[in-house]
Nanobody
Framework: VQLQASGGGLVQAGGSLRLSCTAS????????MGWYRQAPGNKREFVAV???????NYADSVKGRFAISRDNAKNTVYLQMNSLKPEDTAVYHC?????????WGQGTQVTVSS
């Protein structure tokens, strides 16, 4: 099983980035897919999730700015991040879950400059 995240980078405050996470080795359609982030010195925190049904949920800190989506044909989950703030700076990890089974991706760095 592999979750390959990409799309991170350096962006100015107010800018946008789109993260992608492509999964292999799992039946992607049945998994809920999420994004989490971890800033230096902080615990990993939930950002957004999209269920197999397409239902989404977001952390309050990103509601209205971020949008999660999935393309089951490509085994890929996306995180569109708009109106980025310096406090969004972190390593972003994707996670797949089905019942008690979960897998993490390696993470992609997002840095937002003020």
């Amino acid at each position: 099983v592999q979750l390959q995240a990409s799309g991170g980078g350096l962006v100015q405050a107010g800018g946008s980035l789109r993260l992608s996470c492509t999964a292999s080795g799992i039946i992607f359609d049945i998994y809920r897919m999420g994004w989490y982030r971890q800033a230096p010195g902080n615990k990993r925190e939930f950002v957004a999730v999209v269920y197999s049904t397409g239902t989404t949920n977001y952390a309050d800190s990103v509601k209205g700015r971020f949008a999660i989506s999935r393309d089951n044909a490509k085994n890929t989950v996306y995180l569109q991040m708009n109106s980025l703030k310096p406090e969004d700076t972190a390593v972003y990890h994707c996670k797949s879950e089905w019942r008690a089974t979960m897998y993490w991706g390696q993470g992609t760095q997002v840095t937002v400059s003020s």
